[in-house]
Every structure is written in structure tokens, then in C-alpha cells.
């Protein structure tokens, strides 16, 4: 079978790197997500799921990875790859919560796994990934400044990566160790307002091939419709190019129009629309 089902990271990244790092903004998440795993962070106590499609032993011309809680992304599935690919997942006992990936490639795998399995397909979000074109700051911002995210901000930042991540309906994690490896690595930045209070703030990702991920963004509700998110997404956004990132890219959720326009504004572009379906029990 052309599909390779392994939970070692290494082992993808030797057989994928080099095809997902072909479009490294494409496959932003797959990316990264390599990187994270290298680093000793995880998720969830449960082992990862990566496959790779081979019709050699040298050449991959598929990817998918899963990190639980987390849906199954779809990275690269060729089409003649596509009911290999469930063939594999059902011959490794893959439990799979849903999958993510670009929407058509979506619509084709849930197709082709829904059959006899007594579940339905449940889209969760609809996504839009931007790329960075030319960065445009708000001119003038709101009152107050950016700064790196301290020691002394970890209780704050768990607090509200907690609530983005309630709010956004997204699995949880655990946001402490993400919100400690983040500030140590000077990648998490706080809006101060004029009074030096926290408003919002940003996080990315460590670039892979290139590319940083910003994610999340968080505003507490009283503090919207200020500019503030806007305003950390911009200095964000200069500290990746700063400190080295050659592009920057972002998810936004298409329900939310607020976001997309304000990302827009400030430089971003679209790219490809994304679907999360969730697989559950068919009411019928």
C-alpha cells in the first residue's frame, strides 16, 4: 500500500519535507507543525498520526498529519491517492475526530469516508488563509504601545489564550506550556493602552521554511473595537519580518467579516479557502 502510517515525526519529515516545503505557504500547519514536535511540544498525550504516499520508496506525493485533539489535515492527497488514503486509515484503526484541508479536498475525502460508517460530516469553520503582501500599519494607531509578552504576563496570557480558544469552538489545550515556550521565545506580544494595561494580544509560530503562522489574536471583549487588535496583529507582523521570517500568513475564520477586512487592511492577501468538517453520529 502506497500510504505509510507512522507516529514519528522524523520518519515524515525525512519522507515530506521537501514536497510540503515546495509551497511552505500553502502548507503553513504541516509545516509547523514538524517544527513543534522537534521542539518537544505536544498537544495531548495521544500519539500523532502522519502519512506519507509514496509510489516509491524515495518520493512522497502525499501528506496528512493529525496532532489530537486536532482533526486530521489533509496537506497533499492526490486524487488517485484518495481512497488509498482511507483504505490506510481504516487498516491502521485510525480514530479520526474530522479533517481539515483545502475545501475541494475536503469535499472529496468525506466522500469517500462517510460510506457504511454511520456518520455524517458536521463543517465546523470555514477558513481563509492570507499571505502577507506589503505591510500597512494603522496610521495613526490606538493610544498605547507593543511589547514582548514577560514572565510576569504568563498567568494573563494563559487566561486569554484559554478564552480564545472557548471562543473560537476550537479543541483545548494546554495554553500555559504554549503561553511559557511562546514568551521565552519572545514570539508572544501585548498591546499595552496609554495607561500600560494589557489589551490584546498576538502570537505566531517560529518560522518553517520560511514562513511564520500568526495565531491566535485575542481581544477580551471589553477592550474591541479600539484598534488594539489590529494595531498587535500589524507589530506582530513586523517582529516575524525582523527577526527573520521571509513571509507571514494567517488563518481567519469566514464567519467573522470583522477580522478578515482588518487583516486586509493592514497588508494581507487571500490565498486558498479551507473547510474543518467533524465526523459524528448520523442522526438517521
Known sequence: ????????????????????????????????????????????????????????????????????????????????????????????????????????????????????????????????????????????????????????DVELATRWLAAFQEEAGVPSTDVESYARASIADRRLLLWDDEDGAPVSLAGRTPPAAGVSRLAPVYTPQACRRRGYGEAVTAACTADALDRGAEHVVLFTDLANPTSNAIYQRIGYRPVSDRRVVRFEASDG
Do not use: K
Open 1 to 152: 500500500m502506497p500510504w505509510h502510517l507512522s507516529d514519528d515525526v522524523e520518519a515524515f519529515a525525512d519522507h515530506t519535507w521537501d514536497l510540503l516545503a515546495r509551497d511552505p505557504t500553502e502548507q503553513t500547519v504541516a509545516l509547523s507543525i514538524v517544527e513543534s514536535l522537534r521542539t518537544g511540544h505536544r498537544w495531548s498525550e495521544v500519539a500523532p498520526v502522519f502519512g506519507w504516499y509514496a509510489d516509491d520508496a524515495a518520493t512522497a506525493r502525499g501528506a496528512v498529519c493529525m496532532t489530537p485533539p486536532f482533526e486530521l489535515l489533509l496537506a497533499a492527497v492526490p486524487d488517485d491517492a484518495m481512497a488509498a488514503l482511507v483504505d490506510a486509515l481504516r487498516a491502521g484503526r485510525v480514530a479520526l475526530p474530522g479533517v481539515n484541508g483545502v475545501v475541494a479536498t475536503v469535499e472529496r475525502f468525506v466522500e469517500a469516508w462517510l460510506p457504511g460508517t454511520g456518520l455524517r460530516a458536521r463543517t465546523v469553520f470555514e477558513q481563509r488563509l492570507y499571505a502577507l503582501g506589503t505591510l500597512r500599519p494603522p496610521d495613526p494607531p490606538p493610544p498605547g504601545r507593543a511589547r514582548p509578552a514577560t514572565d510576569a
